[in-house]
């Protein structure tokens, strides 16, 4: 019987809580970076496109281990947040957030640079000789064109980081109820015995979150071509 336990409602819904919190963090960064890869060209672009891109190829756990060292209490960013702000990441739901927000950022970031550069300039710049500021340019003519492609972004960092398992666990533990999410409650049950029930739930919960985010994001990158091709 497809009956989930209030623990396994407990990781779902940290998950959830980390995803949208991870994402809703990262989309200004990932807009911001995403135009300037996608508009300007600057000495060392290749570089930083390549560092967005790090978390890919990387594996999770030099990642989470590299997050660890920078925001864990003794790390140079995390413990002046620490001793300052009061603000600490390890082992904590919102290192959780840090971690995964790492990891989607590439996936986030793609679908937006991709969306900004099939833009028609001459848009902006005929906004540009009717005497619109630069930012004014931004927001009312590159970025509604360019939404269906960040909407897109979005859904996909999320879904990744719904299914992030190995940045997180390096650097947040599996505490349950503060850092466990449907991953690592799913790496627990599976070595717990009778637990293969509890990760069976855990695991259709997933595909469905999963398949449920890629249609939306198939959904939005459909949207974007339509309307640059003024379907």
């Given amino acids: ?46 570089v930083l496109d390549a560092l967005v891109h790090l978390p890919l190829v990387l594996p999770p756990v030099v990642t989470g281990y590299l997050l660890l060292l920078s925001f864990g209490r003794r790390g140079l960013v995390g413990g002046f947040l620490a001793d300052h702000l009061g603000i600490v990441f390890s082992f904590r739901w919102t290192g959780a957030a840090l971690a995964c927000g790492v990891m989607a950022f590439p996936l986030l970031v793609r679908p937006m640079r991709l969306s900004i550069e099939a833009i028609d300039r001459r848009l902006e710049q005929a906004a540009e000789t009717l005497g619109a500021a630069p930012w004014k340019v931004f927001f009312t003519v590159t970025l509604p064109l360019a939404l269906p492609g960040v909407l897109a972004g979005m859904v996909l960092g999320f879904a990744k980081a719904i299914g992030e398992f190995g940045a997180t666990i390096t650097f947040v533990s599996n ?16 070595q717990t015995p009778d637990g293969d029930a509890a990760a069976g739930r855990l695991v259709i919960v997933s595909i469905v979150l999963a398949l449920g985010a890629l249609i939306a994001a198939e959904w939005f990158a459909r949207r974007a071509t339509a309307r640059l091709h003024g379907n």
């Fill in 175 to 190: 505490i349950p109820g503060e850092t466990q999410t449907i991953s690592s409650a799913i790496y627990s049950l599976i």
């Fill in 1 to 46: 019987m497809f009956e989930i336990s209030p623990a396994e409602w407990t990781a779902i819904l940290l998950s959830l809580r980390v995803a949208v919190v991870a994402t809703l963090v990262a989309t200004p960064f990932g807009i911001a970076l995403a135009w300037l890869l996608a508009r300007r060209d600057f000495w060392g672009k290749a």
